[in-house]
């Protein structure tokens, strides 16, 4: 257990359906990452938050994608209208920037989504 | 980020070091050499870091070539919980860039 977690850990949801997933980050985290993961593949980059400010953006994360940290703690990952192609594991990392330094990314277990 | 080579797979039987190659020739003067590994269905788990000097921690040894092009991560008595995918990355580790790009990794299987 790395102190990141994630919820849900399964989602199963049909076609055209919103879906939000949540990460709670290691508690003295100031950077927050989502990426997404798809069968064989190494996990790709969507978005980063430095406390509440998103600071970049992958162009993965379409106009369906919505990520927010809204106190700088938590982040919920939005996506709306979901497709077949949605379908992947997404993952939340946390770590600690100081000085312009960044820390080791500590990452959640995942979230595993299904779409039918 | 400087791109990485990995062989797709390897073996190493359980007890003995498990030697993993990466290949990093384009790298940068301020880019550091990270490690992770995934085991199946869970988040990716760091492993170590270094810029040009070897490192060493509990989990694993880190040699970094004179010329930096290339590194070797050494489990040095690995056991099956050790099978995983293991990924080497290149990255900054200063200032906004530091989203971590992984590739397609190693995936090493440890048998009895």
């Known amino acids: 257990d790395t102190g990141v977690s994630q919820d849900p850990r399964h989602k199963i949801t049909k076609r055209g359906q919103n879906v939000t997933f949540r990460c709670d980050p290691i508690s003295e985290h100031n950077r927050l990452y989502w990426y997404r993961q798809t069968l064989g593949q190494g996990p790709e980059f969507l978005t980063y938050f430095q406390n509440e400010a998103q600071l970049e953006k992958s162009r993965l994360l379409s106009d369906r994608f919505s990520a927010e940290r809204p106190k700088g703690s938590f982040s919920t990952l939005e996506i709306q209208r979901t497709e077949q192609g949605d379908s992947a594991m997404y993952l939340c990392a946390s770590s600690l920037e100081v000085s312009g330094r960044s820390h080791e990314q500590y990452f959640g277990p995942g979230t595993r989504l299904t779409v039918t | 980020d400087a791109k990485t080579t990995q062989p797709t797979s390897m073996d190493c039987a359980e007890g003995r070091a498990a030697n993993l190659p990466c290949n990093h020739s384009?790298?940068?003067?301020?880019?550091?050499v990270y490690w992770y590994r995934q085991i199946h269905s869970q988040g990716p788990q760091y492993i170590i870091h270094g810029l040009k000097n070897n490192e060493t921690n509990e989990m694993a040894s880190l040699i970094i070539t004179e010329d930096r092009k290339s590194s070797t991560l050494i489990l040095p008595h690995a056991t099956l919980r050790d099978t995983a995918v293991y990924y080497c990355?290149?990255?900054?580790?200063?200032?906004?860039?530091?989203?971590?790009?992984f590739g397609t990794g190693t995936r090493l299987q440890v048998t009895l």
């Open positions: 384009t790298i940068s003067g301020n880019e550091y």
């Open positions: 990355i290149v990255r900054v580790k200063a200032g906004t860039a530091s989203k971590l790009t």
